[in-house]
């Protein structure tokens, strides 16, 4: 019924950008939040950035590089992510939580995830 969809992975040097985006597609009434979450091989999935109404929050280890933002349609976020390290590596997936109607629960979707490798 709610679709995400990732876009912008990829290949990147270390020190260069890549800006990721999600577009969220289907039976929307309203999203309640949008997150980036990655998952690297041997680790547990976290969370990278979310955006909730006007507030945003960052896991300590991309504070100051990596900017979660939505488009003004509420069915886009975007991550921009900058100075990016090695450690950065993971496969990144699109969260949100959304409604599809009026007065009915929130739940959460997922995308399938992006691939971002970054060389050294």
């Known amino acids: 019924q709610v679709q995400l969809v990732e876009s912008g992975g990829g290949l990147v040097q270390a020190g260069g950008s890549l800006r990721l985006s999600c577009a969220a597609s289907g039976s929307i009434f309203s999203i309640n939040s949008m997150a980036w979450y990655r998952q690297a091989p041997g680790k547990q999935r976290e969370l990278a950035a979310i955006?909730?109404?006007?507030?945003?929050r960052y896991a300590e280890a991309v504070k100051g590089r990596f900017t979660i933002s939505r488009d003004n349609t509420k069915n886009l976020v975007n991550l921009q992510m900058n100075s990016l390290q090695p450690e950065d590596t993971a496969v990144y997936f699109c969260n949100a939580a959304v409604q599809t109607f009026r007065g009915g629960p929130s739940r959460n979707y997922w995308g399938q995830g992006t691939q971002v490798t970054v060389s050294s």
């Open positions: 955006i909730d109404g006007g507030n945003t």
